[in-house]
């Protein structure tokens, strides 16, 4: 009985073991001063990018105020090559994606936050082992498996009507949604997708990848070049 009971709590708010944040949203707020367990999964079909994406227009990752004259239209487009970037290297190099989402929150252990849930296991697998050795606009990418299994669980639902009090601090993810053209390109026809090269491609394995106006390529061999 006691175990039974254990196993129906686990990751509630009412397991006071296991952290209930870290196992609903892959993120905690008190990180490893967290009073409680952050049990990391040993398989997921769910991986995080750690504070991969960097929005122009958020003063935690821009203090300067890199937005500049951006207008909203621009932001979106920013935000959409980047989404349409990711998206597409992750799916042609490791595995069919069901889902793919950013958080658009301001916390130091959500900002930037990019969470791929893929078909299977061992897509996921492949993509932290090898994500973990590339670079992304001349930033190590930071890759690993993530508990999140239900988007629905982890998302505030007061921030979707429009009713968070708690802004972008919020301890539940806030995902920043990508254009409607974007998601019909991505999700609508999934064996056309699957065919769909990438448009652009940021992605390197060099440190030294610059982070100007020039175009960025990956090396999948890992030799340098000048």
Not at 83 to 99: A, N, Q, R, S, W
Not at 138 to 145: D, H, T
Not at 165 to 191: A, E, Q, V, W
Request: glycine share 10%; net charge neutral.
């Amino acid at each position: 009985m006691g175990s039974e009971y254990l196993a129906s709590i686990f990751g509630t708010e009412k397991d006071k073991v296991n952290c209930s944040f870290y196992y609903k949203i892959g993120a905690c707020r008190h990180g490893d001063r967290c009073s409680r367990l952050h049990n990391k999964p040993t398989f997921s079909q769910t991986i995080l990018l750690v504070g991969m994406y960097r929005n122009p227009a958020n003063p935690t990752q821009f203090p300067e105020g890199l937005k500049g004259d951006m207008t909203e239209d621009e932001l979106q487009e920013h935000f959409d090559n980047f989404f349409d970037d990711v998206f597409t290297e992750l799916e042609g190099k490791y595995g069919e994606i069901e889902e793919m989402n950013v958080c658009d929150n301001l916390g130091d252990h959500l900002v930037g936050n990019v969470y791929c849930q893929f078909v299977d296991e061992e897509a996921a697998e492949k993509a932290v082992t090898e994500l973990n050795n590339r670079w992304y606009e001349g930033r190590s990418i930071m890759a690993e498996l993530s508990p999140v299994t239900d988007f629905r669980e982890a998302c505030c639902r007061q921030y979707e009507m429009g009713e968070c009090t708690r802004g972008g601090f919020c301890n539940f993810m806030h995902l920043k949604p990508i254009s409607r053209d974007l998601r019909r390109k991505l999700y609508g026809k999934r064996r056309r997708r699957a065919r769909t090269p990438p448009r652009r491609d940021d992605f390197d394995r060099r440190r030294g990848s610059s982070s100007g106006s020039r175009r960025r390529h990956y090396d999948d061999d890992g030799g340098g070049r000048q």
